[in-house]
């Protein structure tokens, strides 16, 4: 199992508000809420919409608890106020990564406490489509898109009839998503990222080049499984697949609304912190300036 080291302590300060309130609002997942706490409602089967596929319309949350799988994807001993976390990774057996030869020291370099500041995270930038596994998401439906909102306002729009992705030298946060049905699976293959994020605030990274294809897949009424698989030849040695933290249960929000309010801004105190450790590793004076 990896070591946690100091800088993700540091960073994890950044979301403990987002995911505890991911917790708050989402306390027990809807499956699980029988009479007084008792045995939880029968699930039943899996809704359907009027053209026959599954209807995943609805808020779910695969999170395995606080603090943890946002830091490191592999398997991690707990420490610094950070939860010890199995491997999310289902591809290859062994949970780990399969990065080329030199992708671990750029990875470990991201790491490392002195860089923590270039995490867009800490910006208030965009989560990586690998990071948000660890919030609560909704599914809606809009004419022939799928619409996946999450954490801090970061929505994608999937289309369900345009079959070519766009052209390579438009790069974006989240890629360009694109979806389909491969029988009751809702397939959702995403390309042209911009390399800007991380798969966590550990450094792992897919590169601008990636092909992420995810699969929803509804068990019953109010479980779905949630698969992503990640390619990059010039990354990884080969195709891998990661998955959340437990299958993705069906929550509800109080009063029904998703869209909290988001308190991520620039003035965050941690930023400060991670700008003076970032410029006093490279010598810099952060007071002269």
């Given at each position: ?71 490191l994807i592999e ?20 949970g780990l990564i ?66 070519e992705h766009l ?123």
């Open positions: 199992m990896r070591p946690i080291g100091k800088l993700l302590f540091v960073l994890a300060g950044a979301q403990i508000v987002s995911l505890l309130a991911v917790l708050v609002i989402n306390p027990v997942p809807a499956a699980a809420q029988g009479r007084g706490g008792g045995s939880p409602a029968p699930a039943g089967p899996v809704p359907r919409t009027p053209d026959g596929k599954p209807n995943l319309t609805g808020r779910w949350n695969g999170s395995a608890g606080p603090i943890a799988h946002t830091n398997e991690h001993t707990g420490g610094f106020g950070i939860n010890a976390g199995k491997s999310l990774i289902i591809d290859p057996p062994d399969p990065y080329q030869p030199w992708a671990p020291a750029e990875r470990n370099r991201r790491r490392d406490d002195a860089n923590g500041y270039e995490d867009p995270v800490g910006h208030c930038e965009f989560y990586d489509i690998g990071r948000i596994h660890s919030f609560a998401q909704e599914i809606m439906y809009s004419g022939n898109t799928v619409i996946i909102n999450a954490n801090q306002h970061i929505t994608r729009v999937v289309d369900m009839t345009r079959r052209p390579e030298g438009i790069r974006l946060w989240l890629g360009d998503p694109i979806g389909r049905w491969e029988g009751d699976t809702l397939v959702v293959d995403s390309t042209n990222f911009n390399d800007k994020t991380r798969m966590a605030i550990g450094g792992d990274f897919h590169g601008a080049e990636a092909q992420i294809v995810e699969r929803f897949t509804m068990v019953d009424a109010n479980t779905l499984n949630w698969t992503m698989t990640i390619d990059n030849p010039k990354v990884f040695t080969r195709p891998w697949t990661m998955t959340s933290g437990k299958p993705m249960a069906r929550v509800e929000a109080p009063g029904g609304d998703f869209d909290d309010e988001d308190t991520c801004h620039e003035g965050n105190v941690d930023l400060v912190h991670l700008k003076n450790v970032y410029d006093q590793a490279r010598g810099i004076n952060s007071q002269a300036r």
